[in-house]
């Protein structure tokens, strides 16, 4: 069954940390290009972070970077996002999102969202 599954969501104070993690079949982790995506209440899509399973390039949105870290595990076929240094503005759903290519960030996969809540 083609699926991705998401966890580790949850809520968390300013300065926290989460890690999120993304279980896929191996037919959809290998040679790809994984993504963590996220939604904050009324607004829309934002890639957060992608990563080349193949060759562990890496990739982030500005509003992270220096804060949060994706990573894989080839022989789990899982994807993790290390979220440290949390702000009230990443509250959001975060989806585990296969890519098209590097290139194209059209989402072609998507699993069911994990929440994250950061409080002040």
């Known amino acids: 069954q083609v699926q991705l599954v998401e966890s580790g969501g949850g809520k968390v104070q300013v300065g926290g940390s989460l890690r999120l993690s993304c279980a896929a079949s191996?037919?959809?982790?290998?040679?790809?290009?994984m993504s963590w995506v996220r939604q904050a209440p009324g607004k829309g899509l934002e890639l957060v972070s992608k990563?080349?399973?193949?060759?562990?390039?890496?990739a982030y949105a500005d509003s992270v970077k220096g804060r949060f870290v994706i990573s894989k595990d080839n022989a789990k076929n899982t994807l993790y996002l290390q979220m440290n240094s949390l702000k009230p503005e990443d509250t959001a759903v975060y989806y585990c999102?296969?890519?098209?290519?590097?290139?194209?960030?059209?989402?072609?996969?998507w699993g069911q969202g994990t929440q994250v809540t950061v409080s002040s």
């Open positions: 191996k037919f959809i982790f290998s040679s790809s290009v």
């Open positions: 990563i080349d399973t193949g060759d562990g390039t890496t």
């Open positions: 999102a296969k890519l098209r290519n590097w290139y194209q960030n059209e989402k072609i996969l």
